[in-house]
């Protein structure tokens, strides 16, 4: 049977083979067609998700999942194993990206070209790492991931609106703009609109907590409710309460990485984030991770000035602007952050040999 359907998936025997014995497999599997932009060409990608946990080619220290990605872009596979490598050297094994190899694939016998495999994006041990809640639970305090997300009123997934506050701000580039709202994906299980709702309320009153600490130096916090209130009396700093509700290192290290890769779609999608409100959280603040589509990044020639963390021009209807790193990056505090990871990474060799 052809696999053409991005939401229906295909039966079907996936094998591993003309590989070495260990990583020879023949287990079964759906397989359908994934992606946005890159699902319209001739060479589509594709989503694997076995009926057992496997592990495929050694990947991710030879751990077992049923779901993998084979990536395949119209115009270049590189970009994407590039941007995976670079993910790996920058974030260290503290925050997940996908491992990834380059395969041959055929469909029915039809050899369709070179791909990448990789991991999907999910909640899952040593991937997003945070609590999935089993059917029918219905509490707010679980794991949640989440995307930036342009495609999201498209897609089966649950969504909500960051409207960044409406502000207008100047960048540190001197460019001023206003931000534009955008769509958020949620990517892990909810089973109720209570669940659906705080992860929303909760998205927008980060971004609120870091826009005031970077931008007016002006401390703020969740209470209990999750509302976004005065942290005077509780953080002496507008760094100290940002950095009680954000993760901002992993922001720093992922904007470092957007930075080398000058991507188009650094604001508009691909853009992921997680939070655990569960009792075994390790992951209570908000925490940017598992980079991931490339296939529009190295387009421009390098040059000295800053990409990611400034305003992006407009193409045709959409502002790729990515808020966080841009108000993130006007508080000194932050892009001390900043300067000093790249400092680090800039004296070894691993940014070299990646």
């Given at each position: 049977?052809?696999?053409?359907?991005?939401?229906?998936?295909?039966?079907?025997?996936?094998?591993?083979?003309?590989?070495?014995?260990?990583?020879?497999?023949?287990?079964?599997?759906?397989?359908?067609?994934?992606?946005?932009?890159?699902?319209e060409?001739?060479?589509?990608?594709?989503?694997i998700?076995?009926?057992?946990k496997?592990?495929?080619?050694?990947?991710?220290?030879?751990?077992e999942?049923?779901?993998?990605?084979?990536?395949?872009?119209?115009?270049?596979?590189?970009?994407?194993?590039?941007?995976f490598?670079?993910?790996?050297?920058?974030?260290?094994?503290?925050?997940?990206?996908?491992?990834?190899?380059?395969?041959?694939?055929?469909?029915?016998?039809?050899?369709?070209?070179?791909?990448?495999?990789?991991e999907?994006?999910?909640i899952?041990?040593?991937r997003?790492?945070?609590?999935?809640?089993?059917?029918?639970?219905?509490?707010?305090?679980?794991?949640?991931?989440?995307?930036?997300?342009?495609?999201?009123?498209?897609?089966?997934?649950?969504?909500?609106?960051?409207?960044?506050?409406?502000?207008?701000?100047?960048?540190?580039?001197?460019?001023?703009?206003?931000?534009?709202?955008?769509?958020?994906?949620?990517?892990?299980?909810?089973?109720?609109?209570?669940?659906?709702?705080?992860?929303?309320?909760?998205?927008?009153?980060?971004f609120?907590?870091?826009?005031?600490?970077?931008?007016?130096?002006?401390?703020?916090?969740?209470?209990?409710?999750?509302?976004?209130?005065?942290?005077?009396?509780?953080?002496?700093?507008?760094?100290?309460?940002?950095?009680?509700?954000?993760?901002?290192?992993?922001l720093?290290?992922?904007?470092?990485?957007?930075?080398?890769?000058?991507?188009?779609?650094?604001?508009?999608?691909?853009?992921?984030?997680?939070?655990?409100?569960?009792?075994?959280?390790?992951?209570?603040?908000?925490?940017?991770?598992?980079?991931?589509?490339?296939?529009?990044?190295?387009?421009?020639?390098?040059?000295?000035?800053?990409?990611?963390?400034?305003?992006?021009?407009?193409?045709?209807?959409?502002?790729?602007s990515?808020?966080?790193?841009?108000?993130?990056?006007?508080?000194?505090?932050?892009?001390?952050?900043?300067?000093?990871?790249?400092?680090?990474?800039?004296?070894?060799?691993?940014?070299?040999?990646?």
């Amino acid at each position: 049977e052809e696999v053409l359907s991005k939401e229906e998936y295909v039966t079907s025997i996936v094998e591993v083979l003309n590989c070495d014995e260990e990583f020879e497999l023949s287990e079964a599997a759906g397989v359908r067609v994934r992606g946005n932009s890159t699902a319209e060409g001739n060479e589509k990608p594709y989503r694997i998700k076995f009926d057992k946990k496997q592990n495929m080619l050694g990947l991710h220290d030879g751990k077992e999942y049923k779901n993998w990605v084979l990536l395949k872009s119209n115009w270049n596979l590189v970009m994407d194993y590039m941007g995976f490598t670079l993910a790996d050297v920058i974030l260290e094994d503290r925050y997940y990206s996908s491992d990834c190899t380059f395969v041959n694939v055929y469909i029915n016998g039809k050899f369709k070209g070179i791909y990448l495999l990789c991991e999907q994006n999910q909640i899952a041990d040593d991937r997003v790492d945070v609590y999935e809640p089993k059917e029918g639970e219905t509490q707010s305090e679980i794991g949640y991931l989440v995307e930036i997300d342009h495609y999201a009123k498209e897609g089966d997934e649950y969504y909500f609106n960051v409207d960044y506050l409406g502000a207008e701000l100047t960048d540190i580039s001197g460019k001023t703009n206003t931000f534009v709202p955008a769509d958020y994906s949620i990517k892990s299980d909810t089973f109720s609109d209570e669940q659906r709702e705080f992860i929303g309320k909760y998205i927008n009153g980060a971004f609120k907590i870091l826009y005031e600490a970077a931008e007016n130096n002006n401390p703020m916090m969740f209470d209990e409710d999750y509302n976004v209130v005065s942290a005077e009396g509780v953080y002496e700093t507008a760094e100290e309460a940002a950095a009680a509700a954000i993760d901002l290192e992993s922001l720093a290290f992922l904007l470092i990485h957007d930075e080398l890769i000058h991507d188009y779609d650094v604001g508009e999608g691909s853009f992921y984030m997680a939070v655990d409100f569960s009792e075994s959280s390790t992951m209570e603040k908000l925490t940017f991770t598992a980079p991931w589509d490339f296939n529009w990044a190295y387009n421009d020639s390098p040059n000295r000035n800053f990409f990611a963390c400034t305003f992006q021009p407009e193409i045709g209807e959409s502002d790729r602007s990515n808020p966080w790193y841009i108000v993130a990056m006007k508080a000194e505090w932050f892009s001390e952050i900043v300067k000093t990871k790249w400092a680090e990474l800039y004296e070894t060799d691993a940014l070299k040999n990646a």
